[in-house]
């Protein structure tokens, strides 16, 4: 079978967050998915087949870490959805039966891709004792993202001081389900983003995610409403470094970027 190698949220390899992509008949047991997402080692591995015509969804998809499945990933279904339309697999919008409901990814005349995720519910909540030592800053505010995302999303005091962390990893695991978005506005947005974030997930086996899709469904309604506009550009600035263009429309968040297949071989198993 085919395995895919595939830059997300970038236009150019070696950039961006890498994912693994495999198109198949149907899903083998969960083990094997989890050995070969193992193997691949990356963010994701996306694993993806074709459904009966005439239901709600075209494809079905899942999302595997080196240890775990997730229940939401944007930058591998971007993978998936670059992969399908290059190889002219599908045409037009795709949609994804997930765990986290029917996603759809359309490719637009650009190129570029936008997917169709729920938008994170956020609530307030107290900064937890001790997350600031974990993370080696103090965070000026705290938001759970609800069971999808499953981050606390954690506002600094600016660009300078996101851009600058070094979290204890180790510490970072006991405060969240997932991870930890931590956030703050543009030092400069005429540089072409309007927030910058990093993602750090120990608790999935990634340290330091390079370019978080399904963060931003939380960035986005986060920063819209501190700024005033449903339309953004956000910078995860990882040492990847990668950009999402939000829009939030309804209870809907729209995240559109694009992705390069670096890397195409033979799975043998």
């Known amino acids: 079978m085919r395995i895919r190698i595939v830059d997300a949220f970038t ?28 193997e691949v080692n990356h963010a994701e591995t996306a694993f993806a087949h074709p459904l009966p015509e005439g239901g709600e969804a075209d494809w079905a998809l ?5 240890v775990t499945e997730v229940a939401l990933c944007g930058h591998a279904t971007l993978a998936t959805a670059h992969v399908l339309a ?15 409901g029917v996603l759809i990814a359309t490719t637009n ?20 004792a001790g997350l600031a030592e974990a993370l080696g800053a103090e965070p000026l505010t705290a938001h759970d993202t609800g069971p999808n995302v499953g981050d606390l999303l954690v506002e600094l005091a600016d660009e300078k001081t996101v851009l600058g962390l070094t979290p204890d990893h180790r510490a970072l695991v ?20 309007d927030f910058v974030s990093r993602c750090f997930f120990p608790r999935m086996g990634i340290d330091e995610d390079p370019v978080t899709g399904s963060a931003h469904t939380a960035l986005a309604p986060y920063w ?17 470094s990668g950009l999402v263009h939000t ?17 195409e071989g033979e799975l043998h198993t």
């Open 11 to 38: 236009d150019r390899p070696f950039a961006g967050n890498p994912a693994g992509v495999l198109l198949l008949d149907a899903f083998p047991d969960d083990a094997w998915l989890q050995s070969v997402a193992l």
């Open 62 to 66: 899942r999302w595997f870490t080196p």
């Open 86 to 100: 290059t190889t002219d697999a599908e045409r037009g919008p795709v949609r994804f039966a997930t765990r986290s």
């Open 109 to 128: 005349d650009d190129g570029s891709i936008t997917l169709d995720f729920p938008t994170a519910p956020l609530t307030q909540v107290e900064v937890p």
């Open 174 to 193: 006991r405060h969240s389900e997932r991870g930890i978005i931590a956030t703050a506005v543009a030092e400069d947005p005429s540089q072409g983003h």
């Open 224 to 240: 819209s409403e501190r700024l005033g506009r449903p339309d953004l550009t956000g910078l995860q600035a990882s040492p990847r």
């Open 247 to 263: 829009r939030l429309h309804g209870d809907r968040t729209l995240l559109t970027g694009r992705a390069v297949t670096v890397i």
